[in-house]
């Protein structure tokens, strides 16, 4: 059985987290690995339905998907973790219980600037922020704490999702997680 572990993308909202995640679980599929993507908005609608926000709610929703996340990896799957986890000690109580049970856990970077994340807006959410429908976006009146040293940093503009999906396997690969 291959070794699991816990690969999460952190970055802004419409920042490419999802798109790169479920990219890269196709890819991983069509090898053959076991790969399940964790959704940060599939699980907020499931697992933490109730939670709102704020800082505590956010680190309460990090921690629950960081235990499903490491219960898997302990499994024998690659678990992708595309969530915006904004706050550098939720992440960082998350690596340091996948360390304790000896599981892997990179952190991924997806750096896309606000002003590009914005134009994307996936979700509608910038726009509704500037139309004050709509307080506590992370990165524009709610903070981002950047990833000081994260495993791979990934520029998405000028990048396509084949080729961001691409830099993540090669790390896998290159820990040794993925063929």
């Known amino acids: 059985m291959s070794s ?14 999802t798109t790169i995640a479920y990219a890269l679980a196709d890819r ?34 990090v921690q629950r998907i960081g235990f499903v996340a490491e219960l898997l990896a302990s499994h024998g799957v690659l678990v992708l ?16 219980r996948h360390q304790a049970r000896g599981t892997g856990y990179l952190e991924i970077h997806v750096a896309t600037p606000v002003d590009v994340c914005s134009a994307r807006d996936v979700k ?10 709509l307080t506590g976006l992370t990165g ?15 520029e998405t503009q000028g990048r396509t999702v084949e080729e961001s999906a691409a830099a993540v396997h090669g790390l896998l690969v290159e820990k040794g997680l993925t063929v």
């Open 28 to 61: 991983l599929r069509g090898g053959g690995r076991r790969v399940e993507v964790l959704d940060g908005d599939e699980i907020r609608a499931f697992l933490s339905a109730g939670l709102g926000f704020d800082r505590e709610d956010r680190h309460t929703n």
């Open 124 to 133: 509608g959410l910038y726009a509704k922020q500037a139309a004050g429908e």
């Open 81 to 96: 973790v595309p969530v915006i986890a904004p706050y550098a000690d939720s992440r960082e109580a998350v690596r340091k």
């Open 4 to 17: 699991g572990a816990t690969v999460w993308l952190t970055g802004l909202p419409s920042a490419g987290k």
């Open 140 to 154: 524009v009146d709610d903070p981002y704490e950047v990833p000081e040293q994260p495993d791979l940093r990934i």
